[in-house]
Each structure stands twice: as structure tokens, then as C-alpha cells.
């Protein structure tokens, strides 16, 4: 009986997981199957992207000589023929001025050089009552351009087949007043030739029929490019897409008007997108310096058919694999089957927490007796290991409640009541600390004593509980020593003897100290390896600041006295590296320049108070950072001057 369950739930097993096996199998080809045709239409959209650039550089590159040349007009048929030369891409390219603006000329001259189809390059003046180009549109959005822009696909009054697109850019005089347009004219046949062939190269590389074609849309839906050509400049995406029950194509061609780039087959609902009658997959991509993006539909078929030939092989040998395991396992179940029944009622009172059970004697040398003797060996592990676990749990809990007992004496030596004068309104102050552990070793403080605020900000080197300690005589000291003289240089040279004295450790400290006359604004202050203070008020830029050496590294260092005039509603921001140096999952840092463009941001909207300001900068890191570990003690200390 034990040997058919057993049997049993082996092929119910398998059966299971070869399906799951299969699903997976077809599910992993098809993701890859999707990101190949991804990585082609990519490819295909740098191309597009390197030939618009080329057509781009090509045409701004020539704006200089035409400008330097605007008294010599007969040369435009020159810098054009020369721009229609060096590039292949470029079918013709022209330079339309101003009404009058050469008043020989007639109310217009554009100069034009055009590659006929023998490949000779013409140049002729195409202005005239015939061709009034000076209300046109494209000429006002091509003088209205600063460094250059693209016109809407186009046909030529000759052709109506193949389309146009012109790259344009303003010209002008030396008073800097636009007095032409230049305009580079780029056909779009080259690029459904290039869409086509990346359609055939993929065919024939999978091997499939012509079931895959790729279109260009601008963003009101409009053919750019299309396999049927009447459609191409005439025909619209969303005018066919309505005219079908199915709703997801509508939503298909939004998600390409408005995203990037991506890959569209189903909705939230698992319902699959259908295009001309077949479940299809549309992969998307917006096609730089334009407006336009180009699609790529391929029947869902073409991406899950090598899926499914894969699964399907799967699945037979799968199939013989367990009909061969059925035979051989019936025999070898059987024959092992019993000394295992004993073996499992002793396992059963194991399974209870009766870990001193006394289990069988198995006499045969098999797979069953080293099971048994390696289930005696985990009896004795589990009794030493429940016993190590007690004992490193108590261990574990009191170093948290000790760890927890000093974060809190730490944070209980930094001001925690904001704001801390309201009775005053000639200062606003705010701060924050974030350690990176438990404990920390970042520091700031200040106070009034005769109407001169005393801060300062420290980082102590490392983290942890030793960096915690060296915080607490740092501030320690600083409130001790500031006591009795109100010279910073004086204060930071006597808390760096304090701490040089006996620094075995070698750990060292950077601070920053400043005393704030708050009548007068001058501000005194000493720098010892730290970050400079930013000012933020009548612009944004750092205090300048001596480096000096850090506290703690040499003993007798002479640290500069410094100052500086602080005025009204200015904020001094100060902080540690834990804000300049946080760190992203790229390890990519936050950067000086990060802290520079947010204080300029908060001063334009004129929110440079206190707590307004380190808000803006936590919340900036904490989104910076994402979901990397905090790798050091951030703090932020602002002080506003209001009298």
C-alpha cells in the first residue's frame, strides 16, 4: 500500500511539476523571444537617431558661414550645394529669408540645392508669388526656433509617395535678429526601407513567414511610415482603432504617444491584444528628436511557437523519465521500505522535542543506517544548539536594551525642542540627526549667552558606540569650554588638546564652531576639517572656511580665526557628510552640487526657514538613496539671522 502511494504521489509529482516545468519553459522563451524583439527595435532606433543627428549636425554646423556670409547672397548657392554634398542623407536643403531682406532680390529669396535622381546636385532660388513661403507655417516655427527643430512629414507637390521632414534652424545678423531659415529637406523613404529590411532580416532568422511589420506614428496618431503606402501622411492609428470592438488597440496606441518606449500584448485582465483579426504584441519606441514613435507588431504566435516546441520536447522526455523512474523506484521502495517504518515512528518522538529517544538499531549498511546515524548526530545538535540559543538570546536582548538605553542618552544630550526661543523672533533654529546605527557619533549644539549664539556641528571618524563616546566629550566639552570665552579658534584649539590627550584609538573629529552676534549680525566662527556652512539669503553659495586639521590628530595645530557678516533673513545651513556623501544602490553620491540646486530651489520659492529647509534636504536624500542602507550619520543644523 505504502509502495503505491508512494509511486502514486511520485507521478502526481512529476505530472505537476513537468507542467509547471512547461509553463515555465514557455513563459522564459517568450520573455527572451519579447526582449530580442525589444533589443531589435532598439537597435533599429539608434540607427534612425545617429542619421536624424547626422542630418541635424550637418545643417547647425553650416549656421556660422552663412551668418559670416549674409553680405555676399550669391554664396548661399554655394554653402547649400556644399551641405547636400558632405551629406548623403540630406535630399536637398535651402535657406528662405525675410521679405526684402535683399532688396535687389524681390520680397523672396531662397536660395535651394536639391540631388536629383542621377545624383547631381542643382541649385536654383524656389521663392517666388509661386511658392510663398513667408506664410507659411514652417517658416515661422523655424525662425520662433533657438538651436534648431524638425518640421511635420511633408509631400512634395511632385511626389506624393515618399515624404519629407526638414530640419530647421533661425539665422542671424550680426544685431542678433532672425533674417532666415535654413532648412535641411531628409525623404523618409530610407527609413521604410531600413524598417523593412529589419522585418525580413527577422523573418528569415526565425524562420517565419512575413508576419511582422513596423509603422511610425506622430503623436496625433498619423502615419509616418506604414507597409501600405496610401496610408502614409493620409490615414490616422486611432481612427481604425475605434472602428474596432476591441478597446486594448486604442489603449496601445496612447501607451505609444505617451511613454518612452515599452511592450503592449494584454491588460491588467489578461486580455491579449488583437491587430487585424490575430492576438499580436506591440513593441514601441519613441524616436528621439522627433515626436513621432515607431512600432513593431508580431503575432503572439511568432513569440510563443519555439516556446512550445521547446515545452513539448520537455514534456516527452520528461514522460519517459518518469515512466523509467516508476520501474525502478517500485523495485528499490519496496526492498528499503521497511528498517524506514521504525526509523520513522523514533523520528515521530523527536518531532515532539523528545530529543533523547533512543532510535533503532539498523544492521544493514545502506542509505537507511547512515540516515540513522546522521539522525542521531542531529539529536545531539539539536540538544547542544536549543542550549547555545538560550544562552546567546539573553546575550542578544541585553545588548539591544543597552545599545537602546545609550541612543537614548545620546540623543538626550542634543537640543530636542524646536523652536527653541519662541520668545525671540531676531533667531529661528532647527535640527536633525539620523545615526546610522544605533548610536552614532555625529554631534550638534548651540545656546545664548550674552546675546551671542554659540553653535556648533561635529563628525566623529567611525560609528558605533566607541564614535558615540567620543561625540559626548566633544559636545562636553564644547558647552564646557564656550563657557568662558567667546573666541571659536580659542575653543576648537582646547577641546583638540582634550581629545589629542591620549588618543590611542586615533580617532579624530571634524567641527565646525561659530558664535553669532545677534545684535549685529557678525559672525565669528573656526573650521576644523569640516564641511562649510552654506549661506542662504541674498543668494546661495559656502562660507569660507579655513580647512584646518580635524580634532584629535595633532596636538598644538594653530586653527584660523575667521568672519563674516551675516544679513537679515540669511540661513546658515550646516551638515555633516552623511548628506553630501549618502549613497544610491549605484553607490552614486548625493553630491555638493545636489545640496547647491535644492538651497537655490527653496530660496526661489522663498522657503528658507529653519526646519523648511532640512526637511526638503531629508526628504531629497531619502529619495536619493532609495532603498540603500544608510552608510553614515546624517545631521543638519540650520540657523535663520531675522533682525
Not at 491587430?275 to 499580436?280: A, D, P, V
Not at 567667546?486 to 584609538?505: C, F, G, K, V, Y
Not at 545640496?595 to 536624500?621: G, W, Y
Amino acid at each position: 500500500m505504502l509502495t503505491r502511494r508512494i509511486i502514486l504521489n511520485l507521478i502526481i509529482s512529476m505530472g505537476f511539476t513537468s507542467y509547471l516545468v512547461y509553463e515555465i519553459v514557455v513563459k522564459v522563451i517568450e520573455e527572451e523571444e519579447i526582449g530580442q524583439y525589444e533589443e531589435i527595435l532598439d537597435n533599429t532606433n539608434q540607427q534612425i537617431r545617429r542619421v536624424m543627428s547626422d542630418v541635424y549636425v550637418g545643417t547647425v554646423n553650416h549656421i556660422d558661414e552663412i551668418e559670416e556670409n549674409l553680405d555676399q547672397p550669391e554664396k548661399m548657392y554655394d554653402i547649400m550645394k556644399r551641405i547636400v554634398e558632405r551629406n548623403p542623407r540630406i535630399r536637398s536643403c535651402g535657406i528662405s529669408f525675410i521679405d526684402t531682406y535683399y532688396p535687389k532680390k524681390g520680397r523672396w529669396f531662397a536660395p535651394y540645392a536639391v540631388r536629383e535622381k542621377d545624383s547631381t546636385i542643382v541649385t536654383r532660388n524656389i521663392g517666388g508669388p509661386n511658392y510663398d513661403y513667408l506664410n507659411s507655417e514652417w517658416f515661422k516655427k523655424g525662425k520662433e526656433s533657438k538651436e534648431g527643430t524638425w518640421s511635420k512629414p511633408f509631400f512634395e507637390e511632385n511626389d506624393s509617395i515618399v515624404p519629407l521632414v526638414s530640419c530647421m534652424a533661425p539665422i542671424h545678423n550680426k544685431k542678433g535678429e532672425v533674417v532666415a531659415v535654413l532648412g535641411a529637406d531628409l525623404s523618409l523613404g530610407w527609413l521604410s526601407n531600413k524598417l523593412q529590411n529589419t522585418i525580413e532580416r527577422t523573418d528569415r532568422k526565425k524562420g517565419l513567414d512575413d508576419n511582422i511589420y513596423c509603422f511610425i506614428i506622430d503623436q496625433k496618431g498619423t502615419y509616418i511610415v506604414h507597409p501600405d503606402i496610401k496610408r502614409i501622411l493620409r490615414d490616422n492609428y486611432f481612427t481604425h482603432a475605434k472602428e474596432t470592438a476591441d478597446t486594448l488597440d486604442d489603449h496601445a496606441g496612447k501607451m505609444m504617444v505617451t511613454n518612452e518606449r515599452g511592450v503592449y500584448y494584454q491588460n491588467d485582465e489578461e486580455k491579449e491584444l488583437t491587430i487585424n483579426g490575430t492576438s499580436s504584441c506591440l513593441f514601441y519606441h519613441a524616436i528621439d528628436y522627433t515626436d513621432w514613435s515607431v512600432g513593431m507588431v508580431v503575432p503572439m504566435f511568432d513569440i510563443r511557437v519555439i516556446g512550445y516546441a521547446f515545452g513539448i520536447i520537455l514534456l516527452i522526455i520528461i514522460f519517459i523519465g518518469v515512466l523509467v523512474i516508476y520501474l525502478i523506484g517500485r523495485f528499490s521502495i519496496r526492498r528499503t521500505i521497511k528498517p524506514l517504518k521504525r526509523l520513522t515512528t523514533t523520528a515521530d518522538e523527536v518531532a515532539k522535542g523528545n530529543f533523547s529517544t533512543k532510535l533503532p538499531e539498523i544492521k544493514q549498511n545502506t542509505e537507511i543506517r547512515a540516515l540513522r546515524d546522521s539522525f542521531e548526530e542531529m539529536q545531539h545538535s539539536l540538544i547542544r544548539y536549543v542550549e547555545d540559543l538560550k544562552t546567546t538570546t539573553a546575550q542578544n536582548a541585553a545588548i539591544e536594551n543597552e545599545l537602546k538605553i545609550a541612543s537614548d542618552i545620546q540623543m538626550s544630550m542634543l537640543p530636542k525642542t524646536f523652536p527653541p526661543y519662541p520668545e525671540r523672533h531676531d533667531i529661528d533654529i532647527f535640527g536633525q540627526l539620523k545615526p546610522a546605527k544605533e548610536v552614532g557619533g555625529d554631534l550638534f549644539d548651540f545656546y545664548i549667552r550674552d546675546e551671542k549664539l554659540y553653535f556648533c556641528i561635529g563628525d566623529v571618524s567611525g560609528k558605533g558606540v566607541p564614535a558615540s563616546l567620543v561625540m559626548a566629550v566633544t559636545r562636553f566639552l564644547f558647552r564646557n569650554v564656550s563657557a568662558h570665552t567667546s573666541q571659536p579658534d580659542h575653543i576648537i584649539t582646547a577641546i583638540n588638546e582634550a581629545i589629542s590627550e591620549n588618543n590611542e584609538t586615533g580617532m579624530f573629529v571634524t567641527c565646525f564652531v561659530g558664535v553669532l552676534d545677534l545684535a549685529t549680525g557678525n559672525l565669528v566662527y573656526c573650521n576644523a576639517g569640516h564641511e562649510a556652512p552654506i549661506l542662504i539669503g541674498r543668494g546661495v553659495g559656502q562660507l569660507d572656511c579655513d580647512p584646518n586639521l580635524p580634532l584629535g590628530v595633532l596636538s598644538g595645530w594653530t586653527f584660523t580665526h575667521q568672519e563674516a557678516l551675516i544679513d537679515p533673513k540669511t540661513t546658515i545651513f550646516l551638515y555633516t557628510d552623511g548628506l553630501n556623501e549618502a549613497e544610491n544602490t549605484c553607490h552614486e553620491q548625493f553630491g555638493d552640487e545636489r545640496v547647491i540646486r535644492l538651497a537655490e530651489s527653496l530660496l526661489e520659492r522663498d522657503k528658507t526657514q529653519p526646519q523648511t529647509v532640512i526637511k526638503n534636504m531629508f526628504n531629497a536624500v531619502k529619495e536619493f538613496v532609495a532603498d540603500a542602507e544608510q552608510s553614515d550619520d546624517l545631521t543638519m543644523l540650520a540657523i535663520q539671522y531675522n533682525k
